[in-house]
């Protein structure tokens, strides 16, 4: 996956969620999206050629990727706008509707955590 999330996947994302991307902040959303996995791969770039072996993998697991629920929850709905049916969305997070919804991101281990 790259390292930023363009436009295109968010509208993908949106409809994939039945979601009207025209109800949304799209770019906020990447900007939000964006920045997280900036943040992540910032993150990442700390582990060294001393870390165990078990602690490259709980770092990577902790930031190696922005799960579907992160990114609904602190993404979409939190860029709305006001406007937009977050209230709906929020509740079909709640009930579990995007738990097993793959990550949205994930650090491409070869070479983003060297």
């Known amino acids: 996956m790259a390292d930023q999330i363009s436009a295109g996947q968010i509208t993908a994302l949106l409809h994939r969620a039945h979601l009207n991307p025209e109800q949304w902040d799209l770019s ?9 996995i900036t943040d ?25 990727n922005l799960t579907a629920i992160d990114f609904i929850e602190q993404c979409v709905i939190e860029a709305g706008p006001g406007t937009a049916p977050w209230q709906d969305l929020q509740h079909r997070v709640d009930a579990g509707e995007f738990d097993t919804w793959p990550p949205i991101w994930l650090a491409q281990r070869a070479t983003d955590v060297c």
Request: no cysteine; proline share 3%.
């Open 28 to 36: 906020e959303i990447a900007r939000k999206a964006n920045a997280w």
């Open 40 to 64: 992540n791969l910032n993150e990442l770039s700390h582990m060294g050629a001393s870390w165990s072996p078990e602690d490259r993998a709980a770092h990577l697991a902790e930031f190696g």
